[in-house]
Nanobody, 118 residues
Framework: QVQLVESGGGLVQPGGSLRLSCKASGNIFSINTMNWYRQAPGKQREWVAAIFSGGITDYADSVKGRFTISRDNAKNTVYLQMNSLKPEDTAVYYC????????????WGQGTQVTVSS
């Protein structure tokens, strides 16, 4: 089993920056890809960014050019650097990926709240 713990959220003004962290533990050797998702109040959870084995990255159009996903394999941690934040980025942010054998997501962590407001 894999455990995921997100951190780094907070309150920031529009145009500001935050760096989120996602620490993975447990049966992590099976993880190649990691994603960040977010869920705003009253909305469905949406995909934000992915980092694949080899460091290839992909982003949702809404965050492209503003967010950067990275990983530190030695620390089993994935990061999301968020710059030029907008009020519409306000959400709870989660990291997760699908178990390669079952295709199911690992258990969701509690997420970390990001609030962009003046």
């Amino acid at each position: 089993q894999v455990q995921l713990v997100e951190s780094g959220g907070g309150l920031v003004q529009p145009g500001g920056s935050l760096r989120l962290s996602c620490k993975a533990s447990g049966n992590i050797f099976s993880i190649n890809t990691m994603n960040w998702y977010r869920q705003a109040p009253g909305k469905q959870r949406e995909w934000v960014a992915a980092i694949f084995s080899g460091g290839i990255t992909d982003y949702a159009d809404s965050v492209k050019g503003r967010f950067t996903i990275s990983r530190d394999n030695a620390k089993n941690t994935v990061y999301l650097q968020m710059n030029s934040l907008k009020p519409e980025d306000t959400a709870v942010y989660y990291c997760n990926t699908r178990d390669r054998s079952s295709g199911n997501f690992y258990p969701w962590g509690q997420g970390t709240q990001v609030t962009v407001s003046s």
